[in-house]
């Protein structure tokens, strides 16, 4: 009894450890204290929850937004450029809800830069901000600047920042990204 217990226990733990990404323990944005804030769900387009206490994905609603204080967020950041927002102000929204609102423009893959990614590292470091919605029109731009960081300052291999980008986001500035890292 106790041989068949250890062997599915040895089964059990093999199993977490061939499912877990080779990434998952080394990275995470780096703030001043662990993060143990979980992000809520929340449907903004293409939603993900990658690292705790942030949720990313595309451009929420004005609804949406509602729905994000409701459940305790404390801060957005848009990676949106003002060109690109449309006739209505989200910070405007996002402040008189109460939250604090935050604004790294990112103009397409020009905008996709070690400076920006730093500056949303630099936007996230401060543990009482969370929890954290980061958006642009549809995820790609935030999992690209995560994978820059990954891959840049915290010198995972290529391969890993970019499954790191891919889990925040990151479809079409894969190749980009990677020709940065590169």
């Known amino acids: 009894m106790l ?8 089964i059990a733990l093999l199993m977490l450890v061939v499912i877990q990404p080779a990434w998952s323990n080394d990275y995470a944005p780096k703030t001043s204290a662990p993060i143990t804030t979980e992000a809520p769900a929340t449907a903004i387009k ?4 990658p690292f705790p ?29 003002t060109t690109e927002t449309g006739n209505w102000d989200e910070q405007k929204i996002v402040q008189g809800l109460g939250m604090k609102f935050i ?5 397409g893959i020009a905008g ?6 730093s500056a949303l590292i630099s936007a996230l470091s401060d543990p009482a901000d969370y929890p954290v919605m980061v958006h642009c029109a549809s995820g790609n731009r935030v999992g690209a600047l995560f994978a820059l960081d990954a891959g840049l300052n915290q010198n995972l291999d290529t391969e890993q920042a970019l499954e790191i980008g891919r889990s925040a986001g990151m479809t079409s500035l894969e190749e980009p990204v990677k020709n940065i890292l590169d």
């Open 53 to 81: 206490g942030i949720l990313t994905g595309g451009q929420p609603s004005e609804a949406q937004l509602i729905e994000a204080k409701q459940k305790g967020y404390k801060t957005i950041i848009t990676l949106r450029p």
């Open 46 to 49: 293409n939603a993900k929850q």
């Open 3 to 10: 041989k068949h217990s250890l062997s599915r226990l040895s």
């Open 103 to 107: 604004s790294i423009p990112v103009a």
């Open 112 to 117: 996709v830069s070690i400076e920006n990614s």
